[in-house]
Structures are given as C-alpha cells and as structure tokens.
C-alpha cells in the first residue's frame, strides 16, 4: 500500500523538523559546555596520586592495577628503556605535549640502540596533533591506522576506529586499559591500566601483532607470533576485530551480568547501554544483585552525557545506584562482579565500542584481583554525588525535553 503524498510530505516534515531540533540540542550544549569551560578556567586541579597494587594470579601471572596516570606513564617509559629485542605500542590517542613527547623520545631511543619498535596509532583521533609530531624516524615502524581504511568505507568492517591502548615489551611484560598517552591523562584524569606478567602476555602481543600484519604497508614488515601461552589461562583477552565482524567484549559482559548474583561495579566514561545490555542489568536488579555504576558527573563529551542520562530515569527507579564522579573526569573501562570476576579494557559501553571499534578487554578470574578493584571502587564512591531517584525527578522540564531530543541518537555512539 503506498502512502498519499500528504502523508508523505508530513513524514518527511515530521524528520526534517526533529533533525533540526537535534542539531539545535547539540550546538546549544556544545555552546554551553564550551562557556563552562571558559570560565572554569584551564587548570583542573591534580587528583590524588595512587599506588599500583599487584596481585598474583592462579596461573602464575602477576596483574598490576594502575589508577593514577603519571605513575603509568613513568612505568610504562621505564620498560621501553629497559627493553631489548621488540616493543609493540598501540594508542588510540597520543598529544604532542610533555607527556607524547617523552614516549616519542623513548621509543626513538630504543629503535636507535637496535630495538625493533613498532608503533600504532589511530588518525582520527589524532586529527588535532600536529603532523610534525606524529613523523617518526624510519627507524621506528609505524602504521597509522587511516581515517578511510577502504574504499568500502562505510561497511562495518571499515568503519570503526582503532580504539586500543596496548603496550607490550619483548614479549614479557604488557599493559592495557583506558589510559591514552597525554599529559592530561597523567594527572587530571581518573582511569585504570593493567599491568601483565605471564601468559596472558601472550593475547595482547597475538593481537597487536593480528593488527599490524592484517593492515600490511609496503615499507614495514610483517611480525612474528610469540609461541601460545597455552589453553588455561584465568586472565583471558576479548577483542573486538570489525573487520571479521567480531564483536565478543558484548557478549562477555552480557554473559558475566546474566551470572551475578551479589554484585555488579561497573566505571563506565561514556555509558550509553544498548537494550540487551540495560535489560540484563535491570534482571540482575530484579535477582536481588546491587548494581552500582561509577559515571562522569561532566566528561569532555557533552553530547554523550546527555545520551546516558536518558537512562537514569529507568535504572534509578530499578534501585541501580548511579555515582557520579566529582570535578575530574573519569575515564576507566571496568566492572567486577560478585568478588570474583573483572574486566578492564578498552571499551567503553556505547555501540561505538561495542559494536565498532577494535577493541581489548582482559577478563581476569581472581578474587584477590577483584577484590582490589572493589577497593578501588569503593574510593572513586567516597569522590562521587549518588544520585537519587528524588534528586532526578526533579530536574528541569527542559532537561527532559534535551533527553527525549536527543535519544534517537543513543544507537548511533
Ligand atoms: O575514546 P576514549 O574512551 O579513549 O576517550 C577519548 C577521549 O574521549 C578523547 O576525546
């Protein structure tokens, strides 16, 4: 049955009119976000230094939390000095400031005294770098992972970015987690990191090195496979290839949540939950399991803020508690369940990570492990607002106009 062109032309009037209201939302929040941040000033004040704490895990490995940046970053460069044969490092985002510089420099140093060094970056995320600043000498082998990957450029074996934060040396120590290389990471940012020795060392440096031979350059070589660290590992990696379609990150979260029985912490930078992922966190509410889920009170991504609070509403009137982190923004990619089971990675939980990008995510089974992140945890609650049901009913009748506006983007980030 075709439709009458009246009803055509007031369908067409009917989108046309809530895509201008969308775009108006989003410049007036880009706007007032960018006032706000005028007049706060530039300098966000350092958060608290924090220790790494190491754990030793069943399987003979050692999985060391990082929660404070500038205590990574100094870890991080200490092992590309030290390192003799490989160094395979991976970023989403790396700034040309203090901080990008140092690894610039180690990286270079190392590739100068005989290391191989191998280096991958995303160039979208780092359109605003200068281009100076991300030339290496020919020493250091570099894939920048392109803006267009293909001409096929809009299937979703294409689409997504390199969203990885991976950093291996000579096949004996990695890390992984949220932290970006910048120098407002190191010190302003709230994230987690983890630290590797052992055989899950082995998943990070197969997937680095998955990436770099699948996305062959003339001028650099392929790279070898470390030996498999063999089959019964209680650190294990999930990694999101789009270009094989594989998504696994969402499956290991709707699979651990579905098992919950007492608890679920998830730190979450930008939390836009699609339907399976809300429903299961509502079920493991309806089992009796407390849910608690650390979000920026402001992040640097307005627009996704205001996507997530359309959520608020149906998981505060669940009795899932909603923690919302101080003046700082925090950036971390984790959850632990029942005491028993963490993730730290990568991803966040938006269909962009979920559902797009290349992504890592370690799924660790070690009680002392989460039991160290439910104390992590438990410090980002004491520096957060909980939000009540109370408190979020009596927002503003424009601040809900702004949600309902907005929504239909939610499947879109
Ligand atoms: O994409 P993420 O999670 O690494 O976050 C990056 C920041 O949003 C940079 O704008």
């Known amino acids: 049955m075709s439709l009458s062109r009246n009803t055509r032309r007031l369908v067409g009037q009917g989108l046309l009119s809530v895509f201008v209201a969308q775009l108006t939302a989003v410049a007036t929040l880009m706007g007032a976000d960018r006032l706000r941040r005028l007049l706060r000033g530039r300098k966000v004040p350092d958060l608290p230094p924090a220790e790494p704490v190491s754990h030793p895990i069943s399987d003979g490995s050692v999985a060391t939390t990082y929660t404070y940046g500038e205590v990574l970053f100094d870890d991080m460069l200490a092992a590309i000095e030290g390192a003799k044969h490989r160094i395979l490092l991976e970023t ?30 995303d160039q979208f995320a780092n359109l605003v770098v200068k281009r100076s600043f991300l030339t290496f000498p020919s020493a250091v082998n570099v894939l920048v992972y392109p803006v267009i990957s293909s001409w096929k450029f809009l299937s979703p074996r294409h689409l997504g970015r390199d969203h990885r934060k991976i950093l291996v040396v000579d096949d004996h120590v990695a890390y992984v987690g949220g932290y970006n290389i910048g120098s407002a990471y190191a010190t302003e940012w709230r994230d987690t990191h983890l630290r590797i020795e052992g055989p899950a060392v082995w998943d990070l440096d197969n997937a680095f090195v998955d990436f770099w031979n699948t996305h062959p350059r003339r001028d650099t070589p392929m790279l070898d496979q470390m030996p498999s660290a063999g089959w019964r590992p209680a650190i294990r990696a999930h990694r999101n290839v789009p270009r094989q379609l594989m998504y696994p990150i969402r499956g290991m979260y709707l699979e651990a949540i579905d098992r919950a029985h007492e608890s679920i912490d998830i730190t979450a930078a930008y939390f836009i939950p699609d339907r399976d992922i809300l429903s299961a966190l509502l079920d493991a509410r309806r089992r009796g399991v407390r849910v608690r889920i650390i979000v920026p009170k402001i992040s640097n991504h307005v627009v996704t803020d205001w996507l997530s609070r359309g959520f608020y509403g149906r998981l505060l009137r669940a009795g899932v508690e909603i923690h919302r982190y101080g003046d700082h923004m925090v950036h971390a990619k984790t959850a632990t369940i029942d005491g028993e089971w963490t993730t730290i990675g990568t991803a966040n939980i938006d269909r962009l990570s979920l559902l797009g990008n290349y992504e890592i995510n370690l799924e660790i089974l070690d009680p002392g492990l989460a039991r160290g992140m439910q104390e992590v945890f438990a410090d980002d609650c004491a520096r957060c607002e909980q939000l009540t049901l109370e408190e979020w009913m009596a927002r503003p009748a424009l601040a809900r106009i702004y949600e309902a506006i907005l929504r239909p983007l939610g499947p879109l980030l």
């Open 92 to 121: 989403y985002i790396i700034k040309g400031d203090a901080v990008g510089q140092r690894f610039k420099q180690a990286l270079i140093d190392a590739a100068y005294r005989g290391v191989d060094v191998y280096v991958i970056y």
